[in-house]
């Protein structure tokens, strides 16, 4: 009797402790606010960038077969909106559209105006979201994941980008923002 009882004692505390492990592992590893926080420092330090090259410098490649400052930037900016659209639900707004392309966007004012603009789409996607909401999963390509890791793999592929850009930068003879962590 006393072995039964403890059978069914240890197998009550292991069915509890997986569904605690269950519902801690559908919880996101992070939260609104920080990934808001994060999303808001990349976008002044990707403006900085901006700020940083000058006029002449948008069209520049420091090899020929490479995107030039522009268009990487504009890259940047295609991919913050896919990635926003994917996790947040939001349309996206040029969806269809090669940014790269759209020779419009090349002056550093349009430029500037449209990183900015794709950094709010993605920053007010994520204010719109729930905790929770970081935890529901989407189908990105053939892989299904969660919307927070939408949002990690978003924030590499920009802070990637944004990397790249340095070398830009430096082949002009200026300077690079610092880094800007936190």
Known sequence: MITRL??????????????????????????????????????EFTKE????????GMGFKPTPEIRSFAEQMLHLTAANYNFGALAS???????????????????????TKAVMDSYDFV?????????AQLAETVKMGQREM??????A????????????????IRAKGIKPPNEKLF
Request: hydrophobic share 45%.
């Open 146 to 151: 969660t919307k927070e890791l939408v949002l």
């Open 123 to 131: 920053i007010d996607g994520i204010k719109g979201m729930t905790d």
């Open 49 to 56: 960038y901006l700020d940083t090259m000058p006029e002449d």
């Open 89 to 111: 639900g939001k349309t996206n707004p040029f969806q269809g559209k090669k940014l790269e392309e759209m020779s419009e966007l090349k002056t550093k004012a349009a430029l």
């Open 6 to 43: 403890r059978f069914r004692f240890a197998f009550a505390a292991l069915a509890m402790l997986m569904a605690i492990a269950s519902v801690q592992a559908a919880k996101p590893l992070t939260t609104i606010a920080q990934l808001t926080a994060d999303w808001q420092r990349a976008k």
């Open 153 to 168: 793999k978003a924030f590499e592929h920009q802070t990637h980008h944004r990397g790249q850009a340095t070398i830009y």
